[in-house]
Nanobody, 117 residues
Framework: EVQLQASGGGLVPAGGSLKLSCKVS????????IGWFRQAPGKEREGVSC????????NYGDSVKGRVTISRDNARNMVYLQMSSLKPEDTAVYYC??????????WGQGTQVTVSS
């Protein structure tokens, strides 16, 4: 069974930090790029960050650039999103996502991040 299990969300004050984790199972993570998306109530889903499968190249959305770092540990089937200097506008449900050419796309359940002002 394919699973992407996100965890690590919570309630933090503005300026705080959180580290989200995505535990992958049921497929070979090495073959996939892994990304984080978020969706706030009433807003469209937004790409936050992704890390490529081959060379580990990372990309970040403009709204989070400089404040988040994505990393992956293929040996442990884990992907992490370290977030700092959090703002109330970062409040959303965060989802991890796996994508690769010519392979199924996988989504996990989300983890809620709430940043209080």
């Amino acid at each position: 069974e394919v699973q992407l299990q996100a965890s690590g969300g919570g309630l933090v004050p503005a300026g705080g930090s959180l580290k989200l984790s995505c535990k992958v199972s049921g497929f070979t993570m090495d073959d996939y790029g892994i990304g984080w998306f978020r969706q706030a109530p009433g807003k469209e889903r937004e790409g936050v960050s992704c890390i490529m499968r081959d060379d580990g190249t990372t990309n970040y959305g403009d709204s989070v650039k400089g404040r988040v770092t994505i990393s992956r540990d293929n040996a442990r089937n884990m992907v992490y999103l370290q977030m700092s200097s959090l703002k109330p506008e970062d409040t959303a449900v965060y989802y991890c996502h796996a994508r690769a050419p010519f392979k199924p796309i996988y989504w996990g359940q989300g983890t809620q991040v709430t940043v209080s002002s």
